[in-house]
Nanobody
Framework: QVQLVESGGGLVHAGDSLRLSCAAS????????MGWFRQAPGKEREFVAA????????YCADSVKGRFTISRDLAKNTVYLQMNSLKPEDTAVYYC??????????????WGQGTLVTVSS
């Protein structure tokens, strides 16, 4: 089991950037693929991006490809989501979680509190 704490959300304008962080604790973090998900008001949770345990491979959903970049720092047990050119439709609560394969979107652990990103037009 990995405990996850997301941070870095906030209120920004369309076109701005934000970097989200996910601090993880637990022995399995360094050997786990990690992913970011988001849930907009009234919508189902959406799989956004993932990174392999080694950081050698990444996956991004079509909706964010070219704008969002996922990375991780093994020494800091932290996963990041760099979000550029933000759009109002990116408004959501963002969560991180361990995932199975990179494009499966299958979360493995309980959800944390998430961090709210609000993009105004």
């Amino acid at each position: 089991q990995v405990q996850l704490v997301e941070s870095g959300g906030g209120l920004v304008h369309a076109g701005d950037s934000l970097r989200l962080s996910c601090a993880a604790s637990g022995r399995t973090f360094s050997t786990s693929n990690m992913g970011w998900f988001r849930q907009a008001p009234g919508k189902e949770r959406e799989f956004v991006a993932a990174i392999s345990w080694s950081a050698h491979s990444t996956y991004c959903a079509d909706s964010v490809k070219g704008r969002f970049t996922i990375s991780r720092d093994l020494a800091k047990n932290t996963v990041y989501l760099q979000m550029n050119s933000l759009k109002p439709e990116d408004t959501a609560v963002y969560y991180c979680n361990r995932v199975g394969s990179l494009n499966s979107g299958r979360a493995l652990d309980a959800w944390g509190q998430g961090t709210l990103v609000t993009v105004s037009s």
